[in-house]
């Protein structure tokens, strides 16, 4: 069964600094990975996803994950944190094979941005 | 475009009342899903549906049913609501099972 482990329920950095959230995936197929962002109440939208090609993805809002499969990593990462970033982030994992559970979402982590 | 769209997106019920969330989405989806998220737990799937006349139960199907009453159209029902079903509430598309989904606003629901 597949499984998503997000260390760190809250992460706060100072605006201009590094964001880095963490996810580590289980899966018993080669997998397909997702970062989805949650604004206060508002639904889940998409922010990247790898699916075999890259390793390094780029997404929107200059977000970018690079998938280690030594490490079953999908780190999530921006160079300088803006004070829109603040959100809720959700890692997630799909595997390819057909399955009636498709995407199954991490705990999620709760983004502070500081002035 | 409107997306996924669903309704109401607040509820209060009583313990014991019965209600349904609807959910219709433009896309042209195959796929459809209802999700709760509770905090500290992520999103949990409640059941799923690969396309009209299919659904499959997911990891939370309990006090729930559901309807895929056309390709666009994926209900949820709660017969006999349960304080422990408070939660915020999900319904999401996709193209097909290894796509990413897109997402409702989520309908905000209490039972007292």
């Known amino acids: 069964a597949q499984s998503v482990t997000q260390l760190g329920s809250h992460v706060s950095v100072s605006e201009g600094a590094l964001v880095l959230l963490r996810c580590n995936y289980s899966s018993s197929v080669p997998p397909y990975l997702f970062w989805y962002v949650q604004y206060p109440n508002q639904g889940l939208q998409l922010l990247l996803k790898?699916?075999?090609?890259?390793?390094l993805v780029k997404g929107i809002n200059g977000f970018e994950a690079e998938f280690k499969k030594s490490e079953t990593s999908f780190h999530l990462t921006k160079p300088s944190a803006h004070m829109s970033d603040a959100a809720e982030y959700f890692c997630a994992v799909s595997d390819r094979a057909g399955s009636a559970r498709q995407l199954t979402f991490g705990s999620g982590t709760q983004l502070t941005v500081l002035p | 475009n409107a997306g996924v769209t669903q309704t109401p997106k607040f509820q209060v019920l009583k313990t014991g009342q019965s209600m349904t969330l609807q959910c219709a989405q433009d896309?042209?989806?195959?796929?459809m899903y209802w999700y709760r998220q509770d905090p500290g737990m992520g999103l949990r799937l409640i059941y799923y549906?690969?396309?009209?006349?299919?659904?499959d139960k997911g990891e939370v199907p309990n006090g729930y049913n559901v309807s895929r009453l056309n390709k666009r159209e994926f209900s949820l029902r709660l017969e006999s609501a349960a304080p422990s079903q408070t939660s915020v509430y999900f319904c999401?598309?996709?193209?097909?099972?290894?796509?990413?989904?897109?997402f409702g606003q989520g309908t905000r629901l209490t039972v007292v």
């Open positions: 549906s690969a396309s009209e006349g299919t659904t």
């Open positions: 790898y699916t075999s090609a890259a390793t």
């Open positions: 999401a598309s996709s193209a097909d099972r290894v796509t990413e989904a897109f």
């Open positions: 896309m042209n989806h195959n796929s």
